[in-house]
Each structure stands twice: as structure tokens, then as C-alpha cells.
């Protein structure tokens, strides 16, 4: 059972790269999808990006100019890296991974983070 | 890129209703349609994948239908634990698109 742990810091100030990892057990990350999602406070859940394994990754189109999404496999970890945030960014940030069709997806509990001065 | 319109976005219903949730595609995506439920707070939870495949554990009452684009969510007898909000999500050509929620409140 894989299980999925967000970490990072809680309070990023505006202009600055929000930075998050996420720490995989229970599996290796050798295949599979895994992304990001997140979720402001009180809206809906907003696709980041996918990384598939092999490298490939793909972003949302209105956040693809500010996005990058690594994966360090000898330490299972997936890393988040949203540049020159806004209070707008401000939200609950989920690691996820998946199989092609969905049938198996695991959550991290997700890690909000804020953008303030 | 694809949108998803999801309607509506809130509704009120009793227990033992029957509630339809529709998602509607930009564009085509075949069956690549996820449907989730999130309860304040919590993680989303994954109740169809591939359209119309309930994951196992669900709640019979709750079935997905539709391919191409249009999709529907359809819960038979409205449970008090099934008061939460639901999306839709797409993944077709390597692109994932939220619908936009719909939230089913207590009439």
C-alpha cells in the first residue's frame, strides 16, 4: 500500500518559488503517474501536473510558464516548484499518483500553503 | 486544451432522492473520466473510474455513465453520508481537467 507525504513550507511570500516534496513508501515509483493537484481554500481541486515514468511530464496550460515537476527515484521523492507566486496560489497542495485508467490512485493528505508577506 | 463544465453546481436533496451530476467535455476523451467525492477536509475519494467501473466499496446506489462528452454521475437514494461535493475529472492525451464541483447540500 503506498502511502504519500507532502512537506514543504506552510508560508511562502509573494514573488518567491513554493517548494514541495513528496515522500513516497510502501512502493517505488517505477511506474505510474504522479502529479500535483491542488485546491484554494473553499474552491475546487485545480490539476498542476503529471510526471509519467520515464520523465515525461505535462503541465495545466495556465500554469505551465511557472511549474516544474521532478521525481528523484533513489529517494522517492517527487519535488513541486511554482515560481514568483501570488496570494492566488495560496491553496491545499496534493501529491498523487495513478494508473493509466484510474483503477488505483493514492493520495498524500495534502499541505496547505499560504502566500503572504 | 480540454474543459469540463460540470452542472449543477450546487443542488439541495433529501435522503432517498435520486441526484444526476453531468460533466461535459470540450472534446472527445472517450471513457478517461474519474469521478470523485470530498467531504470537508478530507482527501477526494474515487468513486468511477472509466466512466461507468465503481470502484470497489462504493455504494451500489452511486453509477457513472457516458463516453465521448457527456458524463453522468447518478446517485439512487441520496444517503446522509452521501452529502459532499463531486468532480469530475478528465485525463485524455495527457491532460487532466477538473469539472468544476458540484456541492449536494440538505434540502
Known sequence: QLQLQESGPGLV?????????????????????????????????????????GGRTYYSPSLKS???????????QLSLNLSFVTAADT??????????????????????????? | ??????????MSASVGDRVTITCRASQGVGD?????????????????????????GVPSRFSGSGSGT??????????????ATYYCLQHHNYQWTFGQGTKVEVK
Request: aromatic fraction near 12%; hydrophobic fraction near 35%; include cysteine.
Open chain 1, 13 to 53: 511570500k509573494p514573488s518567491e518559488t513554493l517548494s514541495l516534496t513528496c515522500t513516497v513508501s510502501g512502493g517505488s515509483m517505477s511506474s505510474n503517474y504522479w502529479g500535483w493537484i491542488r485546491q484554494p481554500p473553499g474552491k475546487g481541486l485545480e490539476w498542476i501536473g503529471t510526471l509519467y515514468s
Open chain 1, 66 to 76: 511557472r511549474v516544474t515537476i521532478s521525481a528523484d527515484t533513489s529517494k522517492n
Open chain 1, 91 to 117: 491553496a491545499v497542495y496534493y501529491c498523487v499518483t495513478h494508473t493509466w485508467n484510474f483503477a488505483s490512485d493514492y493520495w498524500g493528505q495534502g499541505t496547505l500553503v499560504t502566500v503572504s508577506s
Open chain 2, 1 to 10: 486544451d480540454i474543459q469540463m463544465t460540470q452542472s449543477p453546481s450546487a
Open chain 2, 32 to 56: 478517461h473520466l474519474v469521478w470523485f467525492q470530498q467531504k470537508p477536509g478530507k482527501v477526494p475519494k474515487r468513486l468511477i473510474f472509466a466512466a461507468s467501473s465503481l470502484q470497489s
Open chain 2, 70 to 83: 457527456e458524463f453522468t454521475l447518478t446517485i439512487n437514494s441520496l444517503q446522509p453520508e452521501d452529502f
